[in-house]
């Protein structure tokens, strides 16, 4: 069936280091969704993109959509200890949203 | 922004007794919910999908009887685990889209459910 795959699973960064996630599905979507889950929190929705190649940004934060919309990343620039958590992907699929293991991001002081 | 509220926060409950968890929406209406499992660090594990006025579709792997869910309104779901376990024990999170193609569409989840059974 349809897989979303994101790597790594775990990253512990200096804080000021910059952070990436990868999101890779095993089919085309229509779109990417990427959700935020802070420590003993629930997940928060960030962003979503739609369009082949699209980048958007978010202060710190930038996604971009794969030209071929199998595959999706977020960059962190310049982390902070507010940005401790996991990051998730997802994408649609036939009767759901399918989410990724998620990245667990842990911040060194 | 649209908000989705969930009761309890927490719970502890004995082995055997059965404990209900609710999901609402409370600025939208939510043709379609969705409930979660989530172990310690663990990913989001769909369990079911509650559609308002129909059976809900459950994952493969999980049990109907075990784990039922009532949506009885557009703004309101609610899983009820039965006979319950310490297996049982775990995150209980719920999600609901505003727009009728829940799959094309930002999730807003509750603030989640952590039950455990003693």
């Known amino acids: 069936g349809q897989q979303v795959m994101q790597i790594p699973q775990y990253q512990h960064v200096q804080e000021g280091e910059d952070f990436t996630t990868y999101c890779n599905s095993s089919?085309?979507?229509?779109?990417i969704q990427w959700y935020k889950q802070r420590p003993g929190g629930h997940p928060v929705f960030l962003i979503q993109l739609v369009k082949s190649g699209e980048v958007k940004k978010q202060k710190r934060l930038t996604f971009q959509f794969g030209e071929a919309k199998k595959n999706s990343s977020l960059h962190i620039t310049a982390t902070q200890t507010t940005d401790v958590g996991t990051y998730f992907c997802?994408?649609?699929?036939?009767?759901?949203?399918?989410f990724g293991k998620g990245t667990r991001l842990h911040i060194l002081p | 922004g649209a908000v989705v509220s969930q009761h309890p926060s927490w719970v502890i409950c004995k082995s055997g007794t059965s404990v209900k968890i609710e999901c609402r929406s409370l600025?939208?209406?939510?043709?379609?919910m969705f409930w979660y499992r989530q172990f310690p660090k663990q990913s989001l594990m769909l369990m079911a999908t509650?559609?308002?006025?129909?059976?809900?579709?459950?994952e493969q792997g999980v049990e109907k009887d075990k784990f039922l869910i009532n949506h009885a309104s557009l703004t309101l779901s609610t899983l009820t685990v039965t006979s319950a376990h310490p297996e049982d024990s775990s995150f209980y999170i719920c999600?609901?889209?505003?727009?009728?193609?829940?799959?094309?569409?930002?999730?807003?989840f509750g603030n989640g459910t952590r039950l455990t059974v003693t």
């Open positions: 997802a994408g649609p699929g036939d009767d759901k949203i399918i």
């Open positions: 999600s609901a889209s505003r727009t009728v193609s829940s799959y094309n569409s930002p999730l807003h």
């Open positions: 509650s559609n308002e006025g129909s059976k809900a579709t459950y």
């Open positions: 600025d939208f209406q939510a043709t379609t």
């Open positions: 089919t085309t979507l229509s779109n």
